[in-house]
């Protein structure tokens, strides 16, 4: 098992404020993804990384796949209520077996 | 188009009763996974199956747990005899794999929450 690392565990912001969630592994990763799941639902995801370095942008999140594609980061930019949830970030292993290792997760609350 | 469909939502056992999960996969897609879901321990794979064939059952916690899937559009997952120890959420996700090889997006469903008293 390829263990994924998330930082902060919890994490509680006023509506407005910018943070970043960390997705940490000693584990080389081939591609990297992020999910984020509301109460009572599954996972959804939100973006896939594949490049070392790579940088991608939704809407008012950012997403980086760190250069040795063994962490990642998402950074909201002025959150909103509707941001909180779950977040989680999944890679895909080096031998290709098309199996996911999800992180244990950052739990996001927004407070408007 | 539907997604994920799992069945049932919600599931209250007593200990030692057998539970069956049932998971209808999104049409197309070759592969299928169970993944448990815990506050200790996050979402936890189980077992994934490609084209109907189990690939690494290596999550399986123990013999009380066995999958099925005999045909590309029904999965079941089976725990016999339940435990307290195996209330969670159980979800079934289904992907399409990229032709380059790599992984697909997951479609997650609902999950069904199991509570074994």
Same mark, same amino acid.
């Given at each position: 098992?390829?263990?994924?690392e998330?930082?902060?565990?919890?994490?509680?912001?006023?509506?407005?404020?910018?943070?970043?969630?960390?997705?940490n592994?000693?584990?080389?990763?081939?591609?990297?993804?992020?999910?984020?799941?509301?109460?009572?639902?599954?996972?959804?995801?939100?973006?896939?990384?594949?490049?070392?370095?790579e940088?991608?942008?939704?809407?008012?999140?950012?997403?980086?796949?760190?250069?040795?594609?063994?962490?990642?980061?998402?950074?909201?930019?002025?959150?909103?209520?509707?941001?909180?949830?779950?977040?989680?970030c999944?890679?895909?292993?080096?031998?290709?077996?098309?199996?996911?290792?999800?992180?244990?997760?950052?739990?996001?609350?927004?407070?408007? | 188009?539907?997604?994920?469909?799992?069945?049932?939502?919600?599931?209250?056992?007593?200990?030692?009763?057998?539970v069956?999960?049932?998971?209808?996969?999104?049409?197309?897609?070759?592969?299928?996974?169970? %993944?448990?879901?815990?506050?200790?321990?996050?979402?936890?794979?189980?077992? %994934?199956?490609?084209?109907?064939?189990?690939?690494?059952?290596?999550?399986?916690?123990?013999d009380?747990?066995?999958?099925?899937?005999?045909?590309?559009?029904f999965?079941?997952?089976?725990?016999?005899?339940?435990?307290?120890?195996?209330?969670?959420?159980?979800?079934?996700?289904?992907?399409?794999?990229?032709?380059?090889?790599?992984?697909?997006?997951?479609?997650?469903?609902e999950?069904?929450?199991?509570t074994?008293?």
């Amino acid at each position: 098992t390829q263990l994924l690392e998330q930082s902060p565990q919890f994490l509680s912001i006023q509506e407005g404020e910018n943070l970043t969630v960390y997705c940490n592994s000693s584990s080389v990763f081939s591609s990297l993804q992020w999910y984020r799941q509301e109460p009572g639902e599954g996972p959804v995801l939100l973006v896939t990384v594949v490049t070392g370095g790579e940088v991608k942008k939704l809407k008012r999140l950012t997403f980086q796949f760190g250069d040795a594609r063994k962490d990642s980061s998402l950074h909201i930019t002025a959150a909103q209520p509707g941001d909180t949830g779950l977040y989680l970030c999944a890679g895909e292993g080096q031998t290709g077996a098309n199996n996911l290792f999800f992180g244990t997760g950052t739990r996001l609350t927004v407070i408007p | 188009d539907a997604g994920v469909i799992q069945s049932p939502r919600h599931e209250v056992t007593e200990m030692g009763q057998e539970v069956t999960l049932r998971c209808k996969p999104i049409s197309g897609h070759d592969y299928l996974f169970w %993944y448990r879901q815990t506050m200790m321990r996050g979402l936890e794979l189980l077992i %994934y199956f490609n084209n109907n064939v189990p690939i690494d059952d290596s999550g399986m916690p123990e013999d009380r747990f066995s999958a099925k899937m005999p045909n590309a559009s029904f999965s079941t997952l089976k725990i016999q005899p339940s435990e307290p120890r195996d209330s969670a959420v159980y979800f079934c996700a289904s992907s399409l794999r990229f032709r380059t090889g790599r992984t697909g997006e997951l479609f997650f469903g609902e999950g069904s929450r199991l509570t074994v008293l």
